[in-house]
């Protein structure tokens, strides 16, 4: 996606007052310093944003939306980070500068704006190949799949002939260069001698269009029964990261937003089957597990997903991930299990499409999901209290020692415990007692490693100690110089804060950590929540010296824990051993930041 020069992006944003944005769609009153309105991105009955005119923030204490000017415009009007920025520049009658690509090069030259085109070119050839003669068996091969030519067409699926150069000369044809080709991942070098083939060859194409109705890469379905790769990706490029992107967003954006929901699959057709037959609110993701840049995506349009496993996936990973992004409570997750051999795209063919809507409207959340998995022993167990206690356990612990648990504060664990409680029948207050007894023991336990393992506790304490510091530098820009002398945004480990220590560490570099400036870069787009938290939760907390303190030396700990490891694996000498270890010995463990 083209973007702004920077300090267009930063001139867009100081000539917006976020206090008069944001009125604009939410009546606001003056308290204090502040002003609070009803929050619009949850169902908000006493009002619980907060928008700061001096911070030129907005934070909502209920549901957790944050940031700027440009995240509060992304989250409302459903845009992408560059489009906020237009729709901004525009409102404030800021003409628009000539757009640069990802690498900074100007359009004109090979970049983006090169790549989409060459890629429309492409989806326009594959189509016309898919009505050829050629194309006869890969045509047959989706109307067999339940397509129609109407969906076929609407769709803009193609075939790749099995040739070697059929794209390559169809394009050159054209004035596209073999470099332009490559570039987009449509043709791949040849190994041994010069010149490239075509990537695709022999497949059923599915173009991969973005929320703009841009082509960004392509699918291919293999149609000969030899081909090892069933399915075949574009490579990653500047416009393609299959991470971060889902298929089908541009036919199911709108539906969507209206129903707040976003129904998730894993096949290009169990996508199109259901889009054909009403279902318009489905996307899949492209050969990865759900990542957090998808959730961040899908957060900008849904307040809820529905992951649909068929029988080959409804595995522990794909459980677990569920189950972590329902504790973190990024998005409200429910899990939809379709029976054994089934896929959604057979599923609503054969049971029809109805069906699939009951299943995906009847989908209990992943915690549920989770729960009825192991429904089966605690009803063997019937009055049998001791495997009853068993069975309680075991599951309080799978929700305990997941990576999502360390994410979330007391509230959300309380309600987590009422959540559990309905379940199992099992009162609430108790649940909560053997939530924190169960995490204290698998801390206590995680204390003494286990070969290369890096125990919970420490990364517990690792991510509170960033956390810290964050909070610190963006309240109290004038420590950064202080923090900087002893740590590196490498040292982060996190990735979130990571993130967010990079941008500081570049800005503070230069002298000018501005949390506006912060907020209205394309890094920070979807971070804009993480960094009003950080600044609200550092401003509350103060003590800012010696917070800092305590977690600059807590990492450098870490540090030097990690360093004395690799040096006895290396076999280097007593003396630099022993100056290590003496360092470590003098540390002052009160220090540093508490688990909690």
């Not at 016309?128 to 067409?153: F, H, M, V």
């Not at 500081?504 to 009003?532: K, Q």
């Amino acid at each position: 996606m083209a973007m702004f020069p920077e300090h267009f992006i930063q001139q867009v944003a100081q000539t917006t007052d976020i206090v008069e944005m944001v009125s604009q769609y939410v009546p606001l009153k003056k308290r204090g310093k502040e002003f609070v309105g009803l929050c619009p991105f949850h169902d908000d009955k006493r009002p619980s944003m907060y928008v700061s005119p001096v911070k030129q923030i907005f934070k909502c204490f209920a549901c957790g939306a944050g940031g700027g000017v440009y995240q509060f415009i992304m989250l409302y009007e459903k845009l992408s980070f560059p489009e906020a920025v237009g729709m901004l520049a525009e409102r404030s009658n800021i003409p628009l500068p000539r757009i640069v690509t990802g690498s900074g090069r100007q359009e004109g030259s090979l970049g983006r704006n090169d790549l989409f085109q060459v890629n429309t070119f492409a989806a326009e050839f594959y189509h016309s190949q898919l009505g050829s003669p050629e194309g006869k068996s890969a045509l047959e091969y989706a109307l067999g799949r339940g397509l129609t030519t109407e969906s076929i067409d609407r769709f803009g699926l193609g075939y790749a002939p099995d040739s070697w150069d059929s794209l390559i000369r169809a394009a050159g044809r054209k004035g596209f260069s073999e470099a332009k080709l490559l570039a987009a991942g449509l043709a791949a070098p040849r190994e041994q001698t010069s010149g490239s083939y075509d990537r695709f060859r022999n497949r059923l194409i599915f173009p991969i269009i973005d929320p703009q109705g841009r082509v960004v890469g392509f699918g291919g379905r293999a149609l000969a029964e030899q081909e090892r790769a069933k399915y075949l990706n574009s490579p990653e490029s500047v416009l393609f990261t299959k991470s971060k992107q889902v298929y089908g967003l541009n036919w199911s954006r709108e539906g969507i937003v209206s129903s707040e929901i976003a129904v998730i699959v894993e096949g290009y057709l169990d996508v199109l089957i259901p889009l054909q037959l009403g279902i318009n609110n489905v996307v899949a993701t492209l050969g990865t597990a759900l990542t957090n840049e998808h959730v961040r995506l899908l957060s900008r349009y849904a307040r809820q997903v529905v992951l649909i496993f068929d029988s080959d996936t409804a595995g522990q990973a794909a459980t677990d991930r569920a189950l972590e992004l329902f504790l973190a409570q990024e998005l409200h997750v429910r899990v939809a299990a379709l029976p054994t051999g089934k896929d959604p795209c057979d599923y609503c063919l054969a049971e029809g499409v109805e069906e699939l809507r009951r299943l995906i409207d009847t989908a209990p959340d992943a915690l549920e999901y989770v729960w009825t998995q192991r429904e089966q022993e605690w009803r063997a167990a019937g009055a049998n209290l001791a495997d009853r206690h068993r069975l309680v356990e075991k599951f309080m612990k799978l929700l305990v020692s997941s990576t999502g648990f360390g994410a979330i504060d007391e509230v959300r664990r309380a309600q987590l415990a009422q959540h559990v409680g309905h379940l199992l029948n099992v009162p609430a207050v108790d649940l909560q007692q053997q939530m924190q007894r169960l995490s204290r023991r698998i801390t206590r336990t995680s204390q003494v490693p286990s070969g290369d393992d890096h125990p919970q506790f420490l990364q517990n304490r690792q991510m509170l100690a960033e956390r810290h510091i964050l909070e610190v530098l963006l309240n109290r820009p004038d420590l950064f110089d202080h923090a900087a002398e002893q740590l590196d945004s490498k040292d982060f480990i996190h990735e979130q804060y990571r993130k967010v220590a990079e941008c500081l560490w570049s800005a503070g570099a230069n002298g000018r950590i501005n949390l506006e400036d912060l907020l209205a870069t394309e890094e920070m787009a979807d971070l804009g929540a993480v960094l009003a938290d950080l600044v609200q939760k550092g401003e509350r907390r103060g003590n800012y010296e010696p917070t800092l303190n305590g977690a600059v030396e807590h990492i450098l700990y870490q540090r030097d824990q990690e360093s004395l490891k690799q040096l006895r694996t290396a076999g280097h000498d007593d003396d630099t051993l022993h100056q290590l270890h003496n360092r470590l010995k003098t540390s002052d463990m009160r220090k540093y930041p508490k688990t909690r």
